[in-house]
């Protein structure tokens, strides 16, 4: 509605003197201000805000009369009247100076295109120069209380009970009346007020009066408290002819103001509340309408300490009323008590630093013109408390200290164009103008994709820091007539433009503005003509011949229609009434208007579709059709007259109709689902009558004409029924007339603001599915709720208000001794809001047993982004309500509210996200309505949600005992283990362990080894000699007894397990149980992510499962599932083969590709198949690292430079391995970079190095088919990692078929060297032979491409078979290089850790086989948490994983 912007500017009184203003009152076209002090009128200018002149009494004169105290203007500025504190009324003539005699003008530079074009063409920048002259003064002989100006009138109040009627003109001799209250007879209504109890007036005289032009009476304050209103029986105030009414039970009124456009009286109180009064129509009874108070909820230290009201000032336009109290403060509300600002409160009230400002008490305050300032005067002890700080800071204040000066404090407004101009074609877009600038909120097509720079709207912009916030890239602009969230709710600036100087100045202020459905362009119409502006071009158009501009004045209105712009105006040259279209896309010009010539005046206009709805000053309404005509050189609009509605009847005055609109709503039976094309048609007139919704529809009980009898054009319309009332205290309606089959409700629905009450929407109810409706079922129904902000538009669609709200910002530079007085204020900001509305509605509607609307309702909005959000607001609106309730509720809403959530899929997260949104003691209450947390939680699983599974789990572990949540957790755990969802994975272990360390009860009986770090992230690297490293008493025992191998070790370290320990052992004994899982089904890739993701120690545990889980079944099979993982092409046979360089094995080095030059993060750990795929985190490189040097180290033509390649200190995890590459000098030659197209195994890019190697043509050819027979270079990275891990566990079967799938000849030469070895069991051997075999079989008959990579092998194969397997003794199955090492006896902290070098020297292969169990598995029972933890942190600083493999 009205916004305060910016600090408040002060006006310093020029004149040097003794005296303050305390008095400031308005002409009565807010031009000019009267301002007083003791001895001294002054009249200044609004635009600009300068003194004109001043009237200084002479010392005998004030003496005679006494101090001035109050002024007011006559109706047509051209005298005011002072009265003195003696009971003198003093008359001023204001005398203008002339035509062209200026105070003050712009200077412009010469050759400027600035010039008076025509004569009377008033330079609005100048201020006028006028003079006072005063009149023979009128002696009343008492002291005066209140002063009312009419139009040929001055009513004066004095303090001995008259009422005085002075003439403006004969004021001396014969136009003087004196009226004695005690003889108007007061009664509680007129209906009783002949012979009813009358008041007793003796002694009592009227305080404060104000006349109500549209109740045609006065509003009165008694001097003892009481509220009145006085009523003139006839034309002329007379004493035989006046009536009064009283309002009961009140004795504490200060102060009135009325409210002319709503009929409303508004009364201070002594308490500090104001009481708003209207008039019952019926009996003549002042009725209380609303009141206007702080409450303590918001306003908690201040609301009972205000004090008296001093004065309350409606706005111009009547629709905020603004309250100063005796305490000081102002505070703002709409006109039916919507709360909007107040200064006694948040940053107004108090510093930065937290102590409290002194409010400001004000002494008068005056709108200005059209409301876009507020006129206050300070108190004078205001300036004397300053004058007093300086004195006690010692500050001896200069001469002329401005600081100090007299002064008035002028405020800035910005308001909602909906106070004057309310259209609905402005219904989607939120509109402010301020004095010479307008705000909108909707997105901006051009300007998409342009630099925030672009969008300061003015150069001057970064004068008002509203403007100079960069706007965001506002989404680009959607053609249809929605404008969809993204684009009105992209950001939170306004879209800023600078209304055009040189129409401002001539026409100062601007008094309507609009804005067309698009949110595309703006018109601003001030005193004369209007001008408006393109968001597409961002530019303004004026009229090009300023004597058309000057001749017109808007007077009903501005709305858009498609592209033209309609107006309401006068022409002053015909003196005639006109309604004008102007196309928007030619020059501004009436040879382009089309005009209809009007009967009436104008007051208001509207656009429905394809018709004009105005309202005239004779009450009467017409509807007007237009229609586009492309029949000239530029299209032009025909207009013609449809129907004309008289109103005279229902309408007492023409001021009083706020708003008129066409819709389409009605409530007879004709909507139904099988009519929505009616819904289109303009059904139905709602007239805003002083805030009673008035509703005329169209009376179809008459005989029906069939549409195809008529011609379309010639159709008569429908008469209107007679009104009928919907609403009352109606501030804005908002309609629309399009229409949408999948949101019918919302579509068709009235929406209201209300004030204080909040909103109204007037729902249509729809018969579901075609059923004949229920003949006792409304077909409307209006729902009261009540919102956050003030409403100043709607979004049909998408179920939202938008609005506007102050804000603040303190300032702390002006602090300090001499703090002026604009310092006290923050700076205020506006920002743009928005709210979800539709679980109130919905929540109305289940409340009245409406469950099938709301259902049809929810299911229309389910598609919306925040429909969740809104099925969580409304359950805990109502179970805030319930469950906070201290009286037992007889039909609790929350089941319902269940019950109707149950519909949708959403049921499950909104509940637990309410939940757990709402404090643990309200917990109880809502599963009680909407189900057991356990049973939600296993839907939850069912239907495969393991997020809102995880967060019931922690319901379930605040509601349930520990098993329970431990055993759900489990379940959760295992799902997520096979959909591989690492994260939720991740939180479920570090949540199993919260349970285990939170719990005193025993842990089930499980498995007591424990895999070192399992759980512990990355680490497994680090520690990588764990996993070789073994305790002696384990090789002792027989190495082959598999099912002794979790028997529990000797030594102290079983005797401190704790829950912990069991609770480790626990997590696991599951990720034990997945990963044999995931290896029994060949699932080599989901294996790695699996131990990638959540730091599991493969290597470790394959040592375990070496001769178990770990074995190939079927080669083949084995083989073939690996080529689908990864997505790696079945091997084709080059062309000419047979001489090929293969044979002599010449280019196997060069083809065993280093494709781990550049390593990223193409690894396991963002495989394409994961389904949650993590943040590469610095940590998550160590699993990389780790490969790098791994796998490069595969390869025996570089292991003399395996050395260099370990990972020597922890910070080397953190950065990929690079560089090393140049240490193979021959392998370089054809190293893959990582820009190589590696997603389809198309490779043809070659390092650049490869040019220095000159290779024969066949050797090319044969090195671009092994390149296409080459699978993508991420699953290159993830083979090699997994041939690493499978070696240095142990696990040959394995390695061999990753050797086959990479056809490397090298390592399955390696695995057969290994084979030789006496520590591998027979089965293994036999296995590896009988599986080559196979694979041999299998090539021959449908893979052709292996066989010349089977041959090269044959030889090995052979020598293997050839081998007998001998039985191997337990005892000799450990790597040569270890048994001297480990023969020392073991320490109570586990083994000392053999060095990798040292065991790599002796083995016959450079393989260190490790043993079946990982020794140093037992977590060392500590002392207490913290030497483990230091033990923990040390090594992970050292860091060294010492083993490589050659």
Partial sequence: MYFLTGWPRRLLCPLRSAEEPFHVQPSSHRFYFAVLSETQLSVWSSRPSVLIVSYIESAKAAAQFGFYQKAEWKPDDTMIAVAAANGYILLFDVLGGGEDKYLYEPVYPKGSPRVKVTPGYREEQCAQALSLEMKKPVDLEAPITSLQSLQEDLLVCTADGYLHVLHWDGLGNNGRKAISLTTIPFSLDLQSARGGPSLDLEGVYIRCMEYCLTLDGFAVVLSDGRLGFITPLSNTITADQLQGVWAADVSDGTCVAVNNKYRLMAFGCGSGTVLVYMIDTTTGSMQLSHKLELTPKHYPDIYNKTGPVKLICWSPDYSVAMVTWECGGLSLWSVFGAHLICTLGEDFAYRSDGTKKEPTKISSMSWGAEGYHLWVVPSKQERRRAEERQEEDGVTAPPRAPTLQAGILQFHFIKSALTVNPCTSNQEHVLLHGEDRLYLTCGDPTQAHNTPETHSPHPNAHIHPRDSSPLHHPPSYNASLSQGLSTLLGHKHWHVVQIHSTYLESNWPIRFAAIDTAGQCMAVAGRRGFAHYSLYTRKWKLFGNITQEQNMTVTGGLAWWNDFLVVACYNFIDQQEELRLYLRSSNLDNAFASVTKLHSDTLLLNVFRDMVILFRADCSICLYSIEKRNDGPSPSASVELLQEVSMSRYIPHPALVVSVTLTSVRTETGITLKAPQQACMAESIMLNLAGQLIMLQRDRSGPQVRDKETPSNHKKLLPFCPPVVLAQCVENVWTTCRSNRKKRHLLEALWLSCGEAGMKVWLP??????????????????????????????????????????????????????????????????????????????????????????????????????????????????????????????????????????????????????????????????????????????????AQDLDTAASYLIILQNMEVPAVSRQHATLLFNTALEQGKWDLCRHMIRFLKAIGSGEMETPPPTPTTQEPSSTGGFEFFRNRSISLSQSADCIATGKFNLQKTFSMPSGPSAKGRDVDCAENMYIDMMLWRHARHLLEQVRLRDLGCFSAQLGFELIGWLCRERNRVARVEDFVTALKKLHKDFLWPFPVIPVGSLNSPLKNGRCRTVLSTRLLKSQSADSLLNSDMDTAPLPAAPRNHAWMDG????????????????????????????????????????????????????????????????????????????????????????????????????????????????????????????????????????????????????????????????????????????????????????????????????????????????????????????????????????????????????????????????????
């Fill in 765 to 942: 109810l729809f018969p579901r599915d075609h059923r004949k409706p229920h003949s006792f079922l409304s077909r409307r129904i209006m729902l009261p709720f009540h919102i956050n902000i003030y409403p100043l538009a709607v979004l049909f669609e998408d179920a939202l208000v938008l609005g506007a709200t102050n804000e603040t910002v303190l300032y702390d530079g002006l602090q300090g001794p001499s703090e002026p007085l604009e310092a006290l204020f923050p700076y205020c900001t506006v920002e743009r809001t928005s709210q979800i509305y539709l679980h109130h509605i919905l929540r109305q509607l289940l409340v009245r047993n409406l469950g099938e609307q709301a259902l049809l309702l929810a299911q229309s909005c389910a598609s919306l982004p925040y429909f969740p959000h809104v099925m969580e607001l409304m359950v805990h609106v109502v179970l805030e309500e319930e469950a906070t309730s201290r009286e037992p509720i007889p039909d609790p809403l929350l089941p319902t509210v269940a019950k109707f959530i149950t519909e949708f899929p959403l049921f499950l997260q909104t509940i637990v996200h309410c939940a757990r949104k709402t404090e643990y003691a309200l917990w109880n209450y809502l599963f009680a309505a909407v189900g057991n947390p356990k049973d939600l939680f296993e839907e939850c699983l069912m």
């Fill in 1187 to 1446: 490969l790098g040097a791994g796998a490069k180290d595969m390869d025996s033509a570089s292991s003399a430079h395996s050395q260099h390649n370990t990972l020597e200190t922890q910070d080397a995890f953190l950065s990929p391995l690079v560089g090393k590459v140049d240490e193979y000098s021959i392998g370089s030659a054809t190293d893959l970079t990582e820009t190589s197209s590696v997603v389809d195994g198309d490779w043809m890019m070659v390092d650049e190095s490869s040019s220095t190697l000159s290779l024969s043509q066949a050797e090319l050819e044969h090195i671009s088919m092994e390149l296409a027979n080459k699978g993508p270079h991420k699953s290159q990275v993830q083979l090699r990692y997994l041939l690493h891990i499978f070696m240095e566990a142990g696990c040959l079967e394995w390695c061999v078929v990753i050797g086959l799938i990479l056809r490397e000849a090298s390592v399955i030469e390696q695995v057969i060297g290994c084979l030789d070895s006496p520590e591998v069991p027979a089965e293994t051997v036999q296995s590896v032979c009988s599986g080559l075999l196979a694979v041999d079989a299998w090539a021959s008959s449908d893979c052709l491409g292996y066989k010349p990579f089977l041959s090269l092998i044959r030889p090995q194969l052979q020598q293997l078979m050839e081998t007998a397997p001998e039985q191997v003794q337990p005892e000799a199955f450990q790597p040569a290089g270890q048994s001297s090492k480990l023969g020392g006896p073991e320490g109570p902290g586990g083994s000392a850790s053999p060095r990798a070098e040292d065991s790599r020297a002796a083995a016959p292969l450079g393989l260190a086989l490790p043993s079946s169990e990982p020794p140093g598995g037992f977590p060392r029972p500590p002392p207490e948490d913290g030497p483990q933890e230091e033990a923990e942190e040390q090594g992970e600083e050292e860091g060294a994983y010492d083993c490589t493999l050659s």
